[in-house]
């Protein structure tokens, strides 16, 4: 049974940093692209950053690059998601999801499992 399963959000100050973890069963996450998406109160869901199944290739929304690192453990079956200078903007819930696709990953539709998130709010 695939499952995904977010962890490391909370309440953090502007300017503050979290990491949230992406803990994977039912499949490895070498095998998979991997991404993470948020959606805050009252908006549609928005791709936030995505790894490739290879591990080479990264890639994050234009509103979080320079900020915000994903990363991959492959011992640990765990996705990473580095937020370094929290914006209150950044408040959200975050989720991650897992793909077979090299393609379209900064779209929702590429992915077929979704964990049940994790939420972050960053207060100014």
């Known amino acids: 049974q695939v499952q995904l399963v977010e962890s490391g959000g909370g309440l953090v100050q502007a300017g503050g940093s979290l990491r949230l973890s992406c803990a994977a069963s039912g499949f490895t996450v070498s095998s998979s692209s991997m991404g993470w998406f948020r959606q805050a109160p009252g908006k549609e869901r928005e791709f936030v950053a995505a790894?490739?199944?290879?591990?080479?290739?990264?890639f994050g929304a234009d509103s979080v690059k320079g900020r915000f690192t994903i990363s991959r453990d492959n011992h640990e079956n765990t996705v990473y998601l580095q937020m370094n200078s929290l914006k209150p903007e950044d408040t959200a819930v975050y989720y991650c999801?897992?793909?077979?696709?090299?393609?379209?990953?900064?779209?929702?539709?590429?992915?077929?499992?979704w964990g049940q998130g994790t939420q972050v709010s960053v207060s100014s």
């Open positions: 790894i490739s199944r290879s591990g080479r290739s990264t």
């Open positions: 999801a897992a793909s077979p696709k090299d393609y379209g990953l900064a779209y929702a539709s590429s992915y077929f499992y």
